[in-house]
């Protein structure tokens, strides 16, 4: 039987076993109490973001963060996962530390429709690094500038900690001239971004 032609009281015994994560609890909880007070229309509301507790939270979640961008619309996959928004005026800029190599450092930005911004970065130094695509849950900002600049300032920020970190290792050396390849070209284009030289971000 479909999760929605469940018993209220079966539904409640659905939700109460999962265990939402910290930021999922007030979805959980807004759900189970409407539930409770049979709020049909918060009910309805809920339930027409997924077919089990588990789709039905992360999705409304998901859905709310949109919001903030702008994104208003519900569109599903076939497996019924709210779909990612689509960022308008994307664009991804890649440094590349050595010819005909992929470009494993690298930075995408996006504006949502309502004119805020957020970006994706993914950085390597070699031996570490981290990466995080374009979505809803990124950092919000009101204009282009502000996104780029921050997402520049991370990328150096986990440059500097990578050579810290590896400072002892055996390739450090390999790692540094990766890094510092990296690190010139980003700064370069911070430089051209802000109009001044981002000394208090030299990193070797």
């Known amino acids: 039987m479909e999760y929605r032609n469940l018993q209220i009281s079966e539904k409640i015994e659905q939700v109460r076993q999962y265990r939402p994560y910290r930021e999922e609890r007030q979805y959980m909880t807004t759900y189970l109490l409407a539930l409770r007070r049979k709020d049909q229309q918060l009910m309805e509301e809920y339930e027409s973001f997924g077919d089990c507790p588990r789709q039905i939270i992360m999705n409304r979640r998901e859905y709310d963060r949109g919001i903030l961008f702008g994104f208003t619309e519900k569109h599903f996959s076939s497996y019924g996962w709210l779909q990612n928004s689509s960022f ?117």
Not at 153 to 177: M, S, Y
């Open 88 to 204: 308008a005026e994307r664009e991804e800029i890649k440094f590349i530390h050595k010819q005909g190599w992929v470009a494993t450092n690298h930075l995408t930005i996006g504006r949502g429709n309502n004119g805020k911004w957020t970006f994706g970065v993914s950085y390597s130094t070699g031996g570490w690094g981290f990466g995080s695509g374009l979505s809803v849950w990124g950092k919000i900002f009101d204009n282009r500038k502000e996104c780029m600049k921050t997402a520049l300032t991370e990328i150096l920020v986990g440059h500097r900690e990578a050579a810290e970190k590896l400072k002892n290792d055996t390739c450090g050396n390999f790692n540094a001239q990766y890094s510092k390849e990296v690190v010139r070209q980003v700064k370069n284009l911070l430089d051209e971004l802000t109009g001044r030289k981002a000394v208090q971000l030299e990193l070797f």
